[in-house]
């Protein structure tokens, strides 16, 4: 050690010690942030680390629930004035319950960062009663379809980029003995998914959107049911008893190369190269209707982080916001956490996420979770079980176009009397 | 305990008093615990809310919403018959195998403990782990139910027994059944034991066979055990929530073939990650509907019993 830091140390030592105020002024300032993501505590507590660095006296605690339990146990916290200082936030319709002054503090004019951001991320995190975003988006997601490339090329097909090309794909894998898709029915949510995946193309993605998100048409139209009618023609190609497999099982399905397709979100790569590191994975579009189409992909965001508008280290927590809009954390996310971050100009190094994010530049809203899930039911509940009621038979696709607008009637005013 | 100053209570008063004072501690226990709860419930389901936010006092309009309005009308059926259903099946399979247990049991000496233990292990798991097991028992990809059929020769009969609109409410009421089928048996076991042998001599000797001796004889003596599990099956019924939240998701998966009003209260009143969002006063509804339906029919049903045990 060098004689100059000893001195300095002593002189550090000395001024602490004969000035008592520096020690008060100098008092911990203990903040806590809640979130779900247990699987991202590593990341979350690395730039926790460079936060409380960069702001000496600072100690923020990174505290996680389970995801299920999340929304209860932060409700009940926020409504009797308590909870964390900073707050992982999930996005649109659950948004709603907390994006509100009393609970969360209003951003746009107090984190400057948030300009850059593209509006459709925004929308994310903006209250549908006031208009104000109450949080920084964190990543966006996309939903795309999982291909196994050494499984492809045992079979002698390649990646298929219209429906045609994809059925024959799938028959030939089938005739080979290989289970064609890992998806399967047993829980509604991954139907939604292979929904938004493969019908935007067929629907006619933002245009489609635009139009019925303003009630210019419901989803009774003929484009959505010929979409939920191309949603049925996969049904010979999942795996045996599709609808008593889970999430889990087309996990496992994809992951030990038993199913050579898996149609899901852009989050699963990190899961799947984690699980077998020699797996080939290569990732396509929803396939689409004629040669020459730009395939729409289904996007959203997937979350935000906001601040606690009972928060007593308010100040403190929006420096913290602030540091989550930065270019620097939008780059640490998505490099440590293999997801693409919201924030703009962030660069991307995994070869697989940088072609997604050229799709992106054709993305569509994921249509009920960006458009429908504000009030119950949601558009989400009942596509989720409508599509359970159309992979097992019970249902048409005219019926399923008929129970959603019905079934948002409830709350949707341009649908009324549909 | 004495009171003392210049006036004693009379001997009714202070015996009055005394009970009281026995009673307040387990009914302040009762309120604080049970009575308070229930009660804010009810008041609950008279505001709007906004989410989790409580809006204006609305009287009955989120009854009538639950009750009249799509898709919560449909839902509310749906999910009643599913109880009804689940308890006839109970009753029938759960509860009759309970009895046929507990006759061999009694019936026979040797390994009867062993058996006793083995029908009441179950019962000791954890639903969870109960609801675990019995998927990846029921998974049409690797489960062992479907493997066996088809080891057997019986491979067509093989389903996604989870999955399957017609067979998933089914599946899980056995798997329930499986899990609970040790504690009836157990009770009527006991009641069976209690039993007089001179009652079965007497029986015997006046040449009546097992059958007769069966019906005329043990199954009224048995009212009592059977009174108390036809009512414990009818709240457990009608409040199960575990064992489908576990196996189906909080909507009843798939397309609400195994809904329940357990399941449709928590989701409505807690929302769901990827699905709803929460209202409270819709939620509170379906709990004091619930409350109320279990109450009224399970206080009808053991004063009807009661009497009937009387009879016999």
């Known amino acids: ?418 | 305990m004495s009171f003392p100053g210049p006036r004693r209570f009379s001997y009714r008063v202070s015996q009055a008093l005394w009970v009281a004072a026995c009673l307040a501690p387990a009914l302040m226990l009762f309120t604080i615990v049970v009575a308070y709860p229930i009660a804010g419930a009810m008041a609950y389901s008279l505001f709007r809310w906004d989410g989790i936010v409580r809006g204006g006092f609305v009287g009955l309009v989120n009854f009538q919403r639950l009750l009249t309005q799509y898709p919560y009308s449909v839902r509310m059926l749906t999910a009643f018959w599913h109880n009804v259903w689940t308890f006839a099946l109970t009753m029938v399979i759960q509860n009759g195998l309970g009895l046929l247990f507990a006759m061999l049991l009694a019936g026979r000496t040797w390994g009867a403990k062993i058996y006793r233990a083995i029908f009441f292990m179950p019962v000791t798991l954890s639903l969870v782990i109960v609801g675990f097991l019995w998927q990846l028992f029921l998974n049409p990809v690797w489960g062992i139910v479907n493997k066996s059929l088809a080891l057997i020769g019986l491979g067509g009969l093989a389903r996604p027994w989870l999955g399957d609109v017609h067979t998933a409410l089914i599946a899980i009421t056995l798997v329930n059944a499986w899990r609970w089928v040790g504690f009836p048996t157990i009770v009527f076991l006991a009641g069976i034991q209690a039993i007089p042998d001179e009652y079965l001599e007497a029986a015997r000797l006046d040449g009546a066979g097992p059958g007769p001796i069966f019906r005329r004889v043990i199954l009224p003596l048995l009212a009592p055990q059977v009174n108390i599990i036809v009512i414990l099956t009818f709240i457990g019924a009608f409040n199960w929530f575990e064992l489908p939240y576990v196996m189906q998701g909080v909507t009843g998966e798939p397309n609400h073939a195994t809904d329940v009003l357990g399941l449709l209260f928590y989701r409505s009143a807690f929302g769901a990650v990827d699905t709803g969002n929460p209202d409270v006063g819709i939620g509170s509804s379906i709990a004091v509907i619930m409350f109320t339906l279990i109450l009224v029919v399970s206080s009808l049903g053991a004063i009807y019993l009661r009497r009937r045990e009387v009879e016999l």
């Open chain 1, 1 to 418: 050690m060098g004689r100059r830091v000893v001195t300095m140390l002593l002189i550090a030592v000395f001024t602490v010690g004969l000035w008592p105020g520096a020690v008060t002024g100098q008092a911990k300032i203990a903040m806590t942030f809640w979130s779900w993501r247990g699987e991202d505590k590593a990341f979350y507590e690395s730039m926790i680390k460079k936060f409380e660095a960069q702001n000496p006296g600072t100690s923020i605690e990174f505290q996680t629930y389970k995801p299920t339990e999340y929304n209860t146990v932060l409700s009940a916290a926020m409504q009797a004035g308590k909870g964390p200082d900073i707050v992982h936030l999930r996005a649109y319709g659950a948004l709603q319950p907390f994006a509100r002054p009393e609970f969360l503090v209003p951003l746009e004019d107090k984190v400057p960062e948030l300009k850059m951001f593209a509006r459709q991320w925004l929308d994310g995190a903006r209250s549908r009663a006031d208009g104000k975003v109450y949080g920084v988006p964190f990543a966006v997601q996309t939903l795309v379809i999982f291909y196994n490339k050494k499984l492809f090329k045992t079979a002698g097909v390649t990646p298929p980029k219209t429906w045609n090309q994809f059925l024959a794909v799938l028959k030939t894998l089938k005739d080979k003995g290989v289970t064609p898709l890992a998806n399967g029915g047993k829980e509604g949510w991954t139907l939604e998914v292979a929904m938004g995946v493969l019908g935007p193309n067929f629907y006619g993605g933002s245009n489609f959107y635009e139009a019925v998100t303003r009630g210019q048409t419901t989803f009774k139209s003929p484009q959505f049911t010929a979409a939920l009618a191309k949603m049925e023609e996969i049904r010979p190609y999942m795996p045996q008893g599709f609808m008593g497999v889970a999430y889990t099982d087309m996990q496992q399905l994809f992951i030990n190369e038993q199913a050579a397709m898996f149609i899901g979100g852009i989050w699963e790569l990190g899961y799947f190269k984690s699980q077998n590191a020699s797996l080939d994975i290569g990732v396509m579009p929803g396939p689409v209707a004629r040669d020459g189409d730009t395939p729409w992909v289904s996007s959203y965001d997937d979350g935000n982080y906001g601040v606690n508008a009972k928060s007593p280290n308010q100040a403190l927590a929006l420096k913290f916001i602030r540091f989550t809009g930065s270019r620097e954390w939008g780059q640490a996310f998505t490099d440590q956490l293999k997801q693409i971050s919201a924030v703009p100009g962030v660069e991307i190094h995994d070869p697989q996420l940088q072609v997604v994010q050229t799709w992106m530049r054709h993305a569509t809203p994921y249509i009920m979770l960006v458009g429908f899930r504000w009030k119950n039911p949601t558009g989400s509940e009942l596509i989720q079980n409508d599509l359970q009621g159309l992979f097992s038979g019970k249902m048409t696709p005219q019926q399923v176009g008929e129970d959603l607008t019905k079934g948002l009637a409830t709350w949707f005013e341009p649908f009324r009397g549909q």
